[in-house]
């Protein structure tokens, strides 16, 4: 019988950088060069907070670099597990299972696709938006609803970013790749 599933790999990933947001929010960088070379956006990762804490806690991809090897996550500290994972400081090792999950597929008759977020729903959306203006043709407007106060898109991305306002109830966040809808 043929398996559909690509391999989910467990990893020793080090931790690379570990920066901190308002809202005991996270954005975690691992060095996992099997999960970041395969992972697509819509996918997740298990990682053990701690070696005390046995069970893993799931984390969208926020972005995976196959060439650096690198794999960022954002998230939110709402309970013991984030809590332990928020002390996780760079060059310690974080025991990671991943990419799980199916990903999203496209309907390429579809050119025009309209991402919607909204609090932990944000960082897949992130990871598709950035896929998608890397890897093809197909264009994407975004809206983040982040919830609570939450890093920006430049924050994330640095200046490589086109981060835009625009006039939508706050606290949504417009972010366009590519050009308009409009176009
Ligand atoms: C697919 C997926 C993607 C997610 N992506 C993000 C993200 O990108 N950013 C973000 O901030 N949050 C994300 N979340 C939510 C995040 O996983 C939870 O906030 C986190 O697990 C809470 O753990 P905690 O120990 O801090 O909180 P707690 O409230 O202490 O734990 C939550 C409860 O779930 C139980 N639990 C935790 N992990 C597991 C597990 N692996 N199996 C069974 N039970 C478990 C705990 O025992 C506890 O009862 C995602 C969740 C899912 C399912």
């Known amino acids: 019988m043929t398996s559909h599933r690509n391999p989910i ?32 956006p819509g996918q997740f990762v298990h990682l053990q907070c701690d070696p005390q804490l046995p069970l893993r806690r799931p984390l969208s991809v926020l972005r995976a670099e196959r060439d650096s090897g690198r794999i960022d996550v954002l998230y939110k500290v709402v309970g013991k597990g984030t809590a332990l994972l928020s002390q996780r400081r760079p060059g310690e090792t974080v025991s990671l299972l991943g990419p799980v999950g199916n990903g999203f597929t496209f309907d390429p008759g579809r050119p025009l696709k309209l991402l919607l977020g909204g609090g932990v729903g944000m960082p897949p959306m992130i990871f598709l938006a950035d896929r998608l203006r890397s890897t093809s043709d197909l264009k994407a407007f975004v809206i983040l609803d982040p919830r609570c106060h939450s890093p920006s898109i430049r924050d994330l991305h640095g200046s490589t970013s086109r981060a835009c306002r625009r006039r939508l109830p706050p606290p949504c966040r417009c972010w366009r790749t590519g050009v308009s809808p409009r176009a």
């Open 9 to 40: 790999f467990v990893e020793d990933a080090e931790v690379i950088e570990h920066q901190a947001f308002p809202a005991a929010q996270y954005m975690l960088r691992l060095q996992a060069p099997q999960c970041a070379a395969t992972a697509r």
